[in-house]
């Protein structure tokens, strides 16, 4: 029996989090795609370089990162960012924190979007659904 982790991949994200942030939320979004969209791994060297270049990401900067997710430094980082999300109650993704007059709020699962949006005192315009595989003919319901 084969074990997958994304460990690495964690690791990996916040390593370019620590050095390159401004890739942070592409690359965060191509590896929330490959495994939960596309049913694409997310596991090995190949496919965090594979979702890094699909986030923009040159391959020196990826190398580097890949590098680092050895790095005592990525691991403790990593480690303090899911304490600090345990501490908040996260059990699950989506788990989101955002604070509000200075205090945190807890929002989970995707279902809870529109919820997220009247935190935030913005207008939620619904899933994107030009990217789901369902796809209603001219005689459906939906």
Known sequence: ?????????????????TEHPEYTEKLSRELWMRAWSRDE??????????????AGIDDVISESAFVKVTDD???RT???VTTEALNHGAFGVPTIVI???????????SGRFPILATLLEQEWKGPQTNMSFFKPDENSNV
């Open 73 to 75: 430094g990525i691991k």
């Open 1 to 17: 029996m084969f074990e997958k982790t994304s460990l690495t991949a964690m690791r990996f994200l916040t390593a370019i989090n």
């Open 78 to 80: 990593l480690r303090a």
């Open 99 to 109: 604070y509000i007059n200075n205090k945190p709020e807890i929002v989970f699962g």
């Open 41 to 54: 791994g997310i596991f090995d060297k190949n496919d965090l370089m594979t979702a890094a270049k699909m």
